[in-house]
């Protein structure tokens, strides 16, 4: 809904709550009139059950309103009396429509000093998580919410496994746009596995199907900073949302505040000229300097002398072959021969020689794994590392040499897609990150990039009739962005879908920043049994210089002050008793 239709509705609510208590206000001593002033009759109303006035602002607050609708409910009819399980339970059942009868069909005596205090156990436990619920809520969405790291796309930086701590408050807290949704969950509800919102999105158009118009528009509370370049951040992924990592299945549409979070750098600001040569990110023309705690990896090819040896890929790092390297005969009918897989596993040629032309590409998983129980190894390799890794192991283990591999055979499988536009994910050309109020030319050459951007990020109905680009229902040769967008990318460069698969960011996509790894668990993925716990990592935080540095021995050591104190405290109230 937009702003009109929102106000429209809100006037709606007011006129039914008023219709449906009005004789109860009188009963308790108020005026009519003061039941049918928006803001105003909720103060009033929070007064007539003895509540305190500022849980009118958890009353406006998107999803914790949701908790609190049914309280206030059966605290309504609890001060005319109605205290009763049945009464309860008619009030959440009938969304509060239980008062109107009440109000006009019932002759209740308003209870002014109410004690609302719960008269038994159970009813204290309830009120307790009730408002325990409330609390975690408001921090999940308006503050901190956890994560956990699933992929190895920021690996050395974040590693899978990694509980991580999210402030949404640093860029300023993103209102739900989702209203009716289950709180504490994302987008499924547990055991259940069914959907936890009520929302449905038009796989053509991208927007909320007509039943549904409790979308509210993107707002987002003020923050303290803004996303700048280098930021590790979170963010919910623009392209369609996936239901399971590493599962080639058939996409969903989801609202933007309930798509698949992820977490990657942001390497392009609002407003950069972004290049990517040889695997490394220039901006405005300069090769971006990354922070110290920033561990980039990238794919080297290794040779080493004779074949590789057990020795040798436990120091590479079994989990980091990430492809092979062929070498074919020279003559005119092997390289023939040979073309076809080539060309099939878009393989590189890295260098020639009297006898060989050797060519390089990755391999899926499963060939991974075959070829390291291949008995006939060949004596060079594609390994994911870092530069620094790649210095120190070159010697070691037979290891003769450790060269840098990177893509340059251009095709159309990364952003946009698009034939005038190919390239690798080690070399793209120039692209311009959009900024909100900037206008760029368009034309049929440059629109595969913006397509996205106009259509489905900022709402508009986009046409091309022949060399005419049509917005709208005008013929336009310019845009003007309505909001920033930014570039994201992996420290992991070849194990990672980012904006070189599926393009820019918008600003409404962006959740928060990783603060804080509260718990790293080291096989996450390969069940409980083969979980070990990274203490190194457990309490450390995420930005900073220097080595991340552990802080769990000061919360155990405070937590044990805590426990010392409270015990002589409780001792010493018991010896003046």
Known sequence: MNGTQWIIFILIIQVIHFLGTWKLYVKAGRKPWEAAIPVYNAIVLMQIINRPKWWVILLFIPIINLLMFPVVWVETLRSFGKNSLLDTWLAILTLGLYIYYVNYFEDVKYIENRDIHP??????????????????????TYLIQPFVIPTSSLEKTLLVGDFLFVSKFHYGARIPMTTVAAPMVHDTLPVLKTRSYVADVDPATYRTSIWNKLQLPYLRFPGFKKVKRNDIVVFSWPADTVYQFFKKQKGVRKPIDKKSNYVKRCVGVPGDSLTIKDGYVYINGEKTVLPYRAKPEFLHTV????????????????????????????????????????????????????????????????KVKEYLKSEDMKNMALFNLTEEEARNYTGKDGITSINKFAYKNADTSIFPQNAAHSGTVDNMASIYIPEKGKTVPLNLEVLPIYEKIIKEYEGNELDVNGNQIIINGEVTNSYTFNQNYYWMMGDNRHRSEDSRFWGYVPEDHIVGTPIFIWMSIDGINDGMSNWKVRWDRVFTTVNGEGEPTSYFKYFLILLAAWFIFDFFRKKKTVAKK
Not at 119 to 136: C, D, H, Q, R
Not at 307 to 324: C, D, H, M, P, T
């Open 119 to 140: 008269k038994s156990a159970l009813g204290e436990w309830v009120s307790s998580i009730v408002f325990a619920i409330v609390a975690a809520t408001l921090v999940h």
């Open 303 to 366: 040779a080493v002398d004779g074949q590789f040896s057990n020795a040798a890929i436990e120091l590479l790092g079994r989990e980091n072959l990430s492809g092979n390297v062929i070498r074919v005969p020279n003559s005119s009918l092997q390289q023939e021969r040979a073309s076809e897989v080539i060309t099939a596993m878009n393989l590189e040629q890295i260098k020639s020689d009297s006898s060989y032309t050797y060519y390089a590409g990755n391999v899926g998983n499963q």
